[in-house]
């Protein structure tokens, strides 16, 4: 996945303090500031919500996913989790919860009963490929509705 460059001038001030949390490789406080951030973009409460993802621009998304893949070499964000998820519905049948256990297994998210257990997360460049941002995206069938809506929100 080719990573376009962005510069602290070209990044509008709301990304600010997420551009240089990812540029010091602060994973898991980058990954903070994306919930916090995609939250109050969508100005929707700070919960577990299918419908979040379709409140914030494309735009905003985009600016965001730039910033983590930069960072990260082109190993997180958003259109890398997009691009996995669309791999794997090619190959599973459309059922949303089949699709979202492989992909944890896929990006390292480990799933017991169909919910995300954070005690398995890897906040470092070691972590599996699409392994972050993961916070915004909640857990269980909340998860699996936002990655499949990123298909709308997020441009390759």
Sequence with gaps: M????????????????????LASQEWKEADEETAALIFKLSGQQYEMSATYAESVSS????????????????????????????????????????????FCEQVGWRVKSGCLLSSYLNFSLDAPKGHLPVQVAGQ?????????????????
Aim: aromatic residues 12%; charged residues 30%.
């Design 2 to 21: 080719e990573v376009e460059e962005i510069t602290e001038e070209e990044t509008p001030k709301i990304y600010r303090k997420l551009q240089s949390l």
């Design 59 to 102: 735009r905003e998304f985009n600016v965001i996913d730039k910033l983590w893949l930069k960072y990260s070499k082109g190993k997180f964000g958003f259109s890398v989790q997009k691009s996995i998820w669309l791999e794997l519905s090619g190959k599973i049948s459309n059922d949303s919860e089949e699709i979202y256990k492989k």
């Design 140 to 156: 269980g069938w909340s998860a699996a509705s936002f990655l499949s809506s990123l298909n709308s929100v997020i441009i390759d």
